[in-house]
């Protein structure tokens, strides 16, 4: 399953929203009802952190301002008001089937 | 704390093996599945491979089919990938993370290890 992620650079204001999408070459819904896309966000010479998880859940420790949205192929993360710690890489990932795969990662960068 | 340690990698000629271990900490290590995820240098995310809690299932991307094998000892709370036939285009940092197998993601990950594979 092929991930394709856009934008793949988002310079966003302090403050300001950010958002970013992610569509899979087929559909994430697992005959168990389930739907397996996950956010990850990597900051700088940090490593990958889950963000969200099942389209919609954040992580535990995740701000409110990160939520995600999306079914079937079609699927989006948005910040509602980017700070400066929210600079870094956003992958999107699947977990329907193996191999598991990610997008090809969204930098954002404050303006 | 969930807390995962990689170690192993290095510098290693092409044609050349290594393995890397995941030391696990702070969860029941042989309840969960683990896997490798690697990041190439500027490059994004590749899945490499996963392994069952009790070790008998696993799984391998394309890439590596073969020539890596992932592996685990749950009384010494450790994951192992096995790295034979190592080429150029594996040069990255090799992650381990834990699996939470009810939602299919990782929902956590080590430091990371690199590994450089160059003559």
């Known amino acids: 399953i092929v991930m394709t992620q856009t934008p793949l650079s988002s310079p966003v204001t302090l403050g300001q929203p950010a958002s970013i999408s992610c569509r899979s070459s087929?559909?994430?819904?697992?005959?168990?009802?389930?739907?397996?896309l996950s956010w990850l966000q990597q900051r700088p010479g940090q490593p990958p952190r889950l963000l969200i998880y099942?389209?919609?859940n954040r992580s535990p420790g995740v701000p409110d301002r990160f939520s995600g949205s999306g079914a079937g192929t079609d699927f989006t993360l948005k910040i509602s008001r980017v700070e400066a710690e929210d600079v870094g890489l956003y992958y999107c990932?699947?977990?329907?089937?193996?191999?598991?795969?990610f997008g090809q990662g969204t930098k954002v960068e404050i303006k | 704390e969930v807390q995962l340690l990689e170690s192993g990698g290095g510098l290693i000629q092409p044609g050349g093996s290594l393995r890397l271990s995941c030391t696990a900490s702070?969860?029941?290590?042989?309840?969960?599945?683990m896997g490798w995820v690697r990041q190439a240098p500027g490059k994004a995310l590749e899945w490499v491979s996963t392994?069952?809690?009790?070790?008998?299932?696993?799984h391998y991307a394309d890439s590596v089919k073969g020539r890596f094998t992932i592996s685990r000892d749950n009384p010494k709370n450790t994951l192992y990938l096995q790295m034979d036939s190592l080429r150029a285009d594996d040069t990255a940092v090799y992650y381990c993370?834990?699996?939470?197998?009810?939602?299919?993601?990782?929902?956590?990950w080590g430091q990371g290890t690199l590994v450089t594979v160059s003559s």
């Open positions: 392994i069952s809690d009790s070790g008998v299932s696993t």
């Open positions: 990932m699947q977990g329907i089937q193996f191999p598991w795969t």
């Open positions: 702070a969860f029941t290590f042989s309840t969960y599945a």
């Open positions: 993370a834990k699996v939470r197998w009810s939602d299919r993601d990782f929902d956590f």
């Open positions: 099942k389209i919609s």
């Open positions: 087929q559909s994430l819904v697992h005959s168990d009802g389930n739907t397996y």
